[in-house]
């Protein structure tokens, strides 16, 4: 089955950490460049951060410095490890390949 399949998300209080995890099946995950989105309520959506097949990443400047995107290929999952969170950071957060989309998972950050 063709999807992507996020974990990790939940409550914190601001300046903790999450870890998010999305796990993909069905594609040829290491060829494939990954990103992070969110969407906040009543917000536009929103690229977090972006993983090329060799590794290369970006960041929205908004999380610059705060947050890191991985993958294990061996494991088809690509991973958003959050620090330094900050209310603003509450939003459903999507994993994509720009073509398959995640359901998402939620992130609220309590101030």
């Known amino acids: 089955q063709v999807q992507l399949v996020e974990s990790g998300g939940g409550l914190v209080q601001a300046g903790g950490s999450l870890r998010l995890s999305c796990a993909a099946s069905?594609?040829?995950?290491?060829?494939?460049?990954m990103a992070w989105y969110r969407q906040a309520p009543g917000k536009q959506l929103e690229l977090v951060a972006r993983?090329?097949?060799?590794?290369?990443?970006s960041y929205a400047d908004f999380v610059k410095g705060r947050f890191t995107i991985s993958r294990d290929n061996a494991k088809n999952t690509v991973y958003l490890q959050m620090n330094s969170l900050k209310p603003e950071d509450t939003a459903v957060y999507r994993c994509?390949?720009?073509?398959?989309w995640g359901q998402g998972t939620q992130v609220t950050v309590s101030s």
């Open positions: 994509s390949t720009q073509i398959l």
């Open positions: 069905g594609i040829i995950f290491s060829r494939n460049t």
């Open positions: 993983i090329t097949s060799g590794g290369s990443t």
